[in-house]
């Protein structure tokens, strides 16, 4: 069975249909939440449309100006744990954004490969860790809502680690938490910067998630191999 292999950040993949991934090389699982096993609709959905009109309604403004003010000041903590720390921008907007979190929790929900994907993955005795850069807060609201965490050996927040993913910082520190080979570990994300920071860490094996919301189009990776699918690591008799 071939190995897939990481690529450099200046190689552009090809597509990897063809191939199927050898879990054997594989101990360890190191999933990303938003966008990766989750729909990331809810969050751009929050972040982008429903908290600028709370902001706007609070403070007598159009929507598109209490946009542009939310978002020069999410691109001032941008890279820093402020960035999703829910009580942070509860206390800087004025808006309880953790109840706003709750009343608008019935658009969280899991991608459609995500469940499937867990289980084949606890099939083959893999450990499993869910690494994500929300706050426990909005952690705690999407795993009640998801029930993820029946499938999964740990779910480690950013706060935990003191870091986001972004940070090169993050990958010691989690290794410490959750004890992984870097070199017999899987890692899959949207965010191509946080794949960045794990391959500077010598994480073996790499993918980035290119279907992160389901009201988007697929936007493919030029820096990494770039999977639509989840199933797309499934040999075909694995597949649902």
Not at 59 to 70: D, N, T, Y
Not at 119 to 142: C, F, P, Q, S
Request: hydrophobic letters at 40%.
């Amino acid at each position: 069975m071939p190995r897939v292999y990481s690529f450099p950040m200046n190689h552009r993949p090809s597509a990897i249909s063809h191939q199927l991934f050898d879990w054997d090389q594989v101990d360890d699982v190191l999933l990303d939440m938003d966008g990766t096993l989750l729909d990331r609709h809810f969050d751009n959905f929050f972040f982008e449309e429903e908290l600028p009109r709370r902001y706007a309604a609070k403070h007598g403004l159009a929507v598109e100006e209490a946009s542009e003010r939310l978002l020069t000041m999410y691109r001032a903590v941008e890279g820093e744990l402020n960035w999703t720390d829910l009580h942070y921008w509860s206390k800087t907007l004025e808006i309880d954004v953790v109840a706003l979190n709750k009343e608008l929790e019935h658009l969280i929900t899991c991608h459609p490969d995500a469940v499937e994907f867990l289980r084949h993955l606890r099939a083959r005795g893999k450990r499993v860790h869910v690494l994500t850069n929300a706050h426990a807060a909005g952690v705690e609201i999407k795993i009640a809502r998801t029930r993820i965490d029946r499938y999964v050996d740990r779910i480690v927040n950013a706060f935990e680690v003191g870091h986001l993913k972004t940070r090169p910082e993050y990958w010691p520190t989690c290794q410490r938490l959750i004890g992984f080979d870097p070199s017999r570990s899987l890692y899959i994300d949207d965010d191509e910067a946080c794949l960045a920071a794990a391959q500077q860490y010598g994480i073996g094996y790499l993918y980035h998630r290119s279907k992160s919301s389901s009201r988007l189009p697929a936007q493919p990776s030029s820096r990494y191999v770039s999977i639509e699918s989840l199933n797309a690591l499934l040999a075909p008799g694995d597949r649902p």
